[in-house]
């Protein structure tokens, strides 16, 4: 069965830096695509970044260059990496494991605010 446990929300001031972490149990983590996705109050969830099997990235054009997805397979772990966070960032972060898939961390909250 696959889980994934996200970690690294909190609290941080407008310009200030997270790094989320998504660790993954159950399968092997690189062999799929990884996402990173977010939902504010009263929003849709939306798609942050992603990376592929292959490695490569994409993101959402609001987090580009501010924010970084990377993995590290010997510890079957995705991260997500913000800097210059804004309160418009704000919201519940979720890991996704594969494309079409019910693979959902639980979420971790990323609250900026001064």
């Known amino acids: 069965q696959v889980q994934l446990v996200e970690s690294g929300g909190g609290l941080v001031h407008p310009g200030g830096s997270l790094r989320l972490s998504c660790a993954c149990s159950?399968?092997?983590?690189?062999?799929?695509?990884m996402g990173w996705y977010r939902q504010a109050p009263g929003k849709e969830r939306e798609l942050v970044a992603y990376?592929?099997?292959?490695?490569?990235?994409n993101y959402a054009d609001s987090v580009k260059g501010r924010f970084t997805i990377s993995r590290d397979i010997a510890k079957n772990t995705v991260y997500l990496q913000m800097t210059n966070l804004t309160p418009e960032d704000t919201a519940v972060y979720s890991c996704?494991?594969?494309?079409?898939?019910?693979?959902w961390g639980q979420g971790t909250q990323v609250t900026v605010s001064s």
């Open positions: 996704h494991l594969g494309t079409g898939t019910n693979n």
């Open positions: 159950g399968t092997i983590m690189h062999i799929f695509r």
């Open positions: 990376i592929t099997s292959d490695g490569l990235t």
